[in-house]
C-alpha cells in the first residue's frame, strides 16, 4: 500500500507560481512513476508531468516550458513547480503513483488561478 498527500494549492494570479508536493508512505519504494494529473469542472482528467523512479520526465502539451516535476527521494516527495500560471491552469491537481501491481491517488489540492 501506497499513500499519497498532496499540499501546496491555492489561490493566485495569473502570471504567478505555486510550488506543490506530494509527499508518499507506506510501499514507497515499489514506486516505478509519479504522476500528476489535473480535473476541472466540465472537463477530462488531464496528465499535467510525470517522473520515473530514475528521473525521466514528461509534459503534457499545455504545461511544457511553464511546469517542472522534480523529486525528492531522501523526503519520498515528488514536486511540480508551476510558473506563469494561467487562469486556464484552475483545476484540482492530483497525484498518482504506479507500482508493479496497481495505481494510488492522492486527495488531490486546489489551485486556482484568478485573471
Known amino acids: 500500500q501506497v499513500q499519497l498527500v498532496e499540499s501546496g494549492g491555492g489561490l493566485v494570479q495569473s502570471g504567478g507560481s505555486l510550488r506543490l508536493s506530494c509527499a508518499a508512505s507506506?510501499?514507497?519504494?515499489?514506486?516505478?512513476?509519479t504522476n500528476w494529473y489535473r480535473q476541472a469542472p466540465g472537463k477530462q482528467r488531464e496528465l499535467v508531468a510525470g517522473?520515473?523512479?530514475?528521473?525521466?520526465?514528461n509534459y503534457g502539451d499545455s504545461v511544457k516550458g511553464r511546469f517542472a516535476i522534480s523529486r525528492d527521494n531522501a523526503k519520498k516527495t515528488v514536486y511540480l513547480q508551476m510558473n506563469s500560471l494561467k487562469p486556464e491552469d484552475t483545476a484540482v491537481y492530483l497525484c498518482?503513483?504506479?507500482?508493479?501491481?496497481?495505481?494510488?491517488w492522492g486527495q488531490g489540492t486546489q489551485v486556482t488561478v484568478s485573471s
Open positions: 498518482n503513483a504506479v507500482t508493479f501491481d496497481r495505481g494510488y
Open positions: 507506506g510501499s514507497e519504494f515499489n514506486i516505478y512513476v
Open positions: 517522473i520515473t523512479s530514475d528521473g525521466s520526465t
